[in-house]
């Protein structure tokens, strides 16, 4: 139950990149385009690490269930699943 759910939170998050990338990308010059991308994939992972920490964590305390249905409710994963 946990790999998925990290999995979808990723996957989650990297929607939300693409989407405000390609609002933002057309109006600047290719190699601008490149730093941003590589600029907000290094943030989307400093974001994520914590959580996937936590919840490895939670794994090991036998305590994942919680954390998975907190990290589902927050960023609505099981809707996005569902879309799949």
Same mark, same amino acid.
């Given at each position: /139950?946990?790999?998925?759910? *990290?999995?979808?939170?990723?996957? /989650?998050?990297?929607?939300?990149?693409?989407? #405000?990338?390609?609002?933002?990308?057309?109006? *600047?010059?290719?190699?601008?385009?490149?730093?941003?991308? =590589? +600029?907000?994939?290094? !943030? !989307?992972?400093? *974001?994520? =690490?914590?959580?996937?920490?936590?919840? =490895?964590? /939670?794994? =090991?305390?036998?305590?994942? #269930?919680?954390? *998975?249905? +907190?990290?589902?409710?927050?960023?609505?994963?099981?809707?996005?699943?569902?879309?799949?």
């Amino acid at each position: /139950a946990v790999s998925p759910t *990290i999995n979808n939170l990723k996957n /989650a998050l990297e929607q939300i990149r693409q989407e #405000e990338l390609a609002r933002y990308l057309k109006e *600047i010059e290719s190699e601008d385009c490149k730093i941003v991308d =590589k +600029v907000t994939k290094s !943030m !989307m992972q400093k *974001i994520l =690490k914590l959580p996937v920490l936590q919840l =490895k964590a /939670a794994c =090991k305390r036998g305590e994942e #269930e919680t954390l *998975i249905g +907190v990290l589902n409710d927050l960023f609505n994963l099981e809707k996005d699943t569902e879309k799949k």
